[in-house]
């Protein structure tokens, strides 16, 4: 069962304009979730994190929100530049019952075009 | 380095061959996470390690994957009797500790068994 969901396998955003990459979670257990971007051929770099106490959590132009009730996490990335293009994983853990282990979504390949 | 390193880059092995993919984490980190990750898919989680001790192996396919980490530092997977279906990049991660929240990736081993 894919405990973690990203049911957007692609999205394009014009730059400067606003992303919005969605992530949908069934264990209501998780309690730390994260965004990891990754360019191909190298592996995924950390973007941001939220902890399942916090509903919104902001560094420069990323910002992730977490709506606990709904299961659902989603990032935004305003404005959109061209090298934000990769492709994104969010992930989920129980950080501190499993040790840091990451369930990852299924990616979602932004492509943001000048 | 100052990051994560692994090698090879790239393994290709004929179906049934023995392979063992090395993992050099960040110096000081005493957690190592092997993930794989499959063509369209987010990485999926394998084996972690607190120390020189297998924490969790839960995600480890079959008994053909073995994993150690002799001296808590660099790791070595192992897979016995490749099969065509373990062709897959295989990342290793490292973080402070189990259960901190950040973990850095290594660029991955890519390996094709043929």
């Known amino acids: 069962d894919q405990q973690v969901k990203q049911n957007s396998p692609s999205l394009s955003v014009q730059e400067g304009r606003i992303s919005i990459l969605n992530c949908d979670y069934t264990?209501?257990?998780?309690?730390?979730f994260l965004w990891y971007k990754k360019y191909p051929a190298e592996g995924p770099t950390f973007l941001i994190s939220?902890?399942?106490?916090?509903d919104k959590n902001e560094d420069g132009r990323f910002t992730v929100f977490l709506n606990k009730s709904a299961k659902h996490l989603s990032l935004h990335i305003v404005p959109s530049q061209p090298g934000d293009s990769a492709v994104y994983f969010c992930?989920?853990?129980?950080?501190?019952?499993?040790?840091?282990?990451?369930?990852f979504g299924q990616g979602t390949e932004l492509s943001v075009k000048p | 380095g100052a990051g994560v390193s692994q090698t090879p880059s790239n393994k290709v092995t004929e179906k049934g061959k023995y392979v063992e993919l090395r993992c050099d984490p960040i110096?000081?980190?005493?957690?190592l996470y092997w993930y794989r990750q499959s063509l369209g898919q987010g990485p999926e989680f394998l084996i972690y390690?607190?120390?020189?001790?297998?924490?969790?192996d839960s995600g480890l396919p079959n008994d053909r994957f073995f994993a150690v980490r002799p001296e808590g530092s660099v790791s070595t997977l192992k897979i016995q009797r490749t099969e065509r279906g373990d062709s897959a990049v295989y990342l290793c991660?490292?973080?402070?500790?189990?259960?901190?929240?950040?973990?850095?990736f290594g660029q991955g081993t890519r390996l094709t068994v043929v």
């Open positions: 992930a989920a853990s129980e950080m501190q019952n499993q040790g840091g282990k990451l369930i």
């Open positions: 110096s000081g980190h005493t957690a």
């Open positions: 991660a490292s973080s402070l500790m189990a259960g901190n929240t950040e973990a850095f």
């Open positions: 264990n209501s257990m998780f309690d730390y």
């Open positions: 390690f607190q120390g020189t001790g297998a924490a969790d």
């Open positions: 939220i902890s399942s106490i916090k």
